[in-house]
C-alpha cells in the first residue's frame, strides 16, 4: 500500500453512542479533500481509514477482513480502475457494507445503470476544485 492512515474517534461529547464504533474508509486521491472529509467523521467520533485509490481501498478492506460499515468513495480517481469500479467490487465481496458516492465531476450526471440501485450518491461537499 502507498498510504494509509488511520484516525481515531475523538472524545466523547454527548452524541449518542452506536453498539460498537463505526468504522468508515474515505477513498479520495486529493489529499486535501481526504484530509478534511476524515477530520470531520473523526470529529464525529467515527473511525476512519483513509485511501488514495481503489488498489488502496481493497487493500485496506482485505486487511480488515472487511469489518468497514461504510466505504465513502470519491468517482475519479487515478489509475485504471475508478470509484464506480470500486462500488461494483465491494458489492461483489462485501455485499454487507453501506457504500456512499461523491464526486464534484459528475457535473449532474446520474451513475451508471447498474449502480443505480446499489448506492446512492452526492454532490462534492466540497464543490468543483477545478477552474472555470
Known amino acids: 500500500m502507498k498510504h494509509k492512515e488511520q484516525f481515531t474517534t475523538a472524545a466523547p461529547t454527548g452524541r449518542p453512542r452506536f453498539p460498537r464504533p463505526v468504522i468508515i474508509?474515505?477513498?479520495e486521491d486529493e489529499a486535501l479533500v481526504s484530509?478534511?472529509?476524515?477530520?470531520?467523521?473523526v470529529d464525529q467520533?467515527?473511525?476512519v481509514f483513509a485511501a488514495q485509490d481503489v488498489e488502496e481501498a481493497l487493500g485496506v478492506l482485505h486487511q480488515l477482513d472487511?469489518?468497514?460499515d461504510l466505504v465513502f468513495t470519491d468517482v475519479n480517481m487515478p489509475g485504471a480502475?475508478?470509484?464506480?469500479?470500486?462500488?461494483?467490487?465491494?458489492?461483489?465481496?462485501?455485499p454487507e457494507i453501506r457504500i456512499l458516492v461523491t464526486s464534484a465531476?459528475?457535473?449532474?450526471?446520474?451513475?451508471?445503470?447498474?449502480?443505480r440501485t446499489l448506492v446512492p450518491s452526492l454532490p462534492s461537499p466540497t464543490g468543483s476544485m477545478s477552474s472555470p
Do not use: H, K, Y
Open 25 to 27: 474508509l474515505v477513498v
Open 35 to 41: 484530509m478534511n472529509v476524515c477530520e470531520f467523521l
Open 45 to 47: 467520533e467515527f473511525t
Open 66 to 68: 472487511g469489518r468497514i
Open 81 to 94: 480502475q475508478d470509484g464506480f469500479d470500486l462500488v461494483r467490487e465491494v458489492s461483489r465481496r462485501w
Open 105 to 115: 465531476g459528475l457535473n449532474g450526471q446520474e451513475p451508471p445503470a447498474d449502480l
